[in-house]
Structure formats: structure tokens, C-alpha cells
T-cell receptor, first 114, second 113 residues
């Protein structure tokens, strides 16, 4: 177990649907991240929350909406997605986004947009 | 911004042989270099990291070397085993900016019997 749990593991949604991805960390960390992983491309940072405050929004389209109610939980709300948004979405946590503390990743949600 | 290039994209070695994966980076301010291993169906897991104040770090069969002058760093796996088969990612960041890690495109390592 990585200490970072993501649900669901797989998600298929139509372009008009609204769904949410959930991430929970049990490591006592203060920073949480969303990454997008597509084939043959580097991991793309989407959002960073440090002590519940959003500190990074890496020019992500507004159809992706993050929510961080506390340091242990992170959500990614999805609506009106495009087929090119199909990817593995990874959640990660670290002790503090402003330090060199290692990232701990969850096992991801495999999203397919039809 | 930082740019990290990783080679090769795929690597096949026989069990017991060594494997070397190389990365180059562009930002001379980068001084934190982690390596992640991603097994099928799982997220990336940190296996080793190095900071720019050292040139080499070892952990059992895994070692990382850093050449700051040439801006490249490498992962060395000795006595490879089938369970080493995975995708390996290098990354680079400036100190205190773990949220700004730039990742390479990954190397798929296959260890054959």
C-alpha cells in the first residue's frame, strides 16, 4: 500500500457527464497533487494544494475543477470532457510542496471519455 | 522552464545483467533529482533520489550518478531481476520546489530470463 488511495480505479464517461475522482492520503502530509499521465508523454502536473490552499494551476482547462476540503482529501470534478482527456489521472502527496519531500503517488484512475 | 530528456525509451536486458538509464536536464538551477519506478497498474514509486551536493548515491543494487557540469544524471541497476521490469522515470527540480518537478518520458525496462 502506498498510503494514497484513489477511487474509482476505472471510469468511463460520456462528454456530457459529470463525475468526480477522489483521493485520500493516510500519510499525514500537507501537500496534494493531481497529475495527468498520457502515453509517451511526461507526467503533467495539473494542480497543487499546500496546506489546503491551491498553489499551482498549470493552465488546466476549466472542465477540470479541483477541490481540497482538508489536507487528507482531494477531488477532481469533471464535466463536459473531451476524448483527448482520456488518460491515467494520478494523485500524489508530499510532506510540504515547498520542500524536497518525495512524492507518494496513488495507483491512479484510468479515465476513458467516449 | 526545465526540460528533461530521458534515454532509451525501451531497454531489454537479460537477468543478471546491468541496466543504465540516462537523463539530461536544461536548468542549471535544478539540484534535486528523483527516480521513480512504475509497475503495471500502479502509480510511480520513488526508488532513489540525489541532490547536487553529491555525485553518486547507492542503495543495494541501485545507484544514481550526477554530473552537474554536463547536466546529466543516470540510474544504474546491477544484477537485474525479473521484478525490476517496469517503467522508470527521472525528474528534476530546484530545491524547495517539489511541486515543480519536471519528469522525463520514461524508460520501459524488460528483464528477460
Amino acid at each position: 500500500e502506498t498510503g494514497v488511495t484513489q477511487t474509482p480505479r476505472h471510469l468511463v464517461m460520456g462528454m456530457t457527464n459529470k463525475k468526480s475522482l477522489k483521493c485520500e492520503q493516510h500519510l499525514g502530509h500537507n501537500a496534494m497533487y493531481w497529475y495527468k499521465q498520457s502515453a509517451k508523454k511526461p507526467l503533467e502536473l495539473m494542480f497543487v494544494y499546500n496546506f489546503k490552499e491551491q498553489t499551482e494551476n498549470n493552465s488546466v482547462p476549466s472542465r477540470f475543477s479541483p477541490e481540497c476540503p482538508n489536507s487528507s482529501h482531494l477531488f477532481l470534478h469533471l464535466h463536459t470532457l473531451q476524448p483527448e482527456d482520456s488518460a491515467l489521472y494520478l494523485c500524489a502527496s508530499s510532506q510540504d510542496a515547498g520542500r524536497d519531500s518525495p512524492l507518494h503517488f496513488g495507483n491512479g484512475t484510468r479515465l476513458t471519455v467516449t | 522552464g526545465e526540460n528533461v530528456e530521458q534515454h532509451p525509451s525501451t531497454l531489454s536486458v537479460q537477468e543478471g545483467d546491468s541496466a543504465v538509464i540516462k537523463c539530461t536536464y536544461s536548468d542549471s538551477a535544478s539540484n534535486y533529482f528523483p527516480w521513480y519506478k512504475q509497475e503495471l497498474g500502479k502509480g510511480p514509486q520513488l526508488i532513489i533520489d540525489i541532490r547536487s551536493n553529491v555525485g553518486e548515491k547507492k542503495d543495494q543494487r541501485i545507484a544514481v550518478t550526477l554530473n552537474k557540469t554536463a547536466k546529466h544524471f543516470s540510474l544504474h541497476i546491477t544484477e537485474t531481476q525479473p521484478e525490476d521490469s517496469a517503467v522508470y522515470f527521472c525528474a528534476a527540480a530546484s530545491s524547495g520546489t517539489a511541486s515543480k518537478l519536471t519528469f522525463g518520458t520514461g524508460t520501459r525496462l524488460q528483464v528477460t530470463l
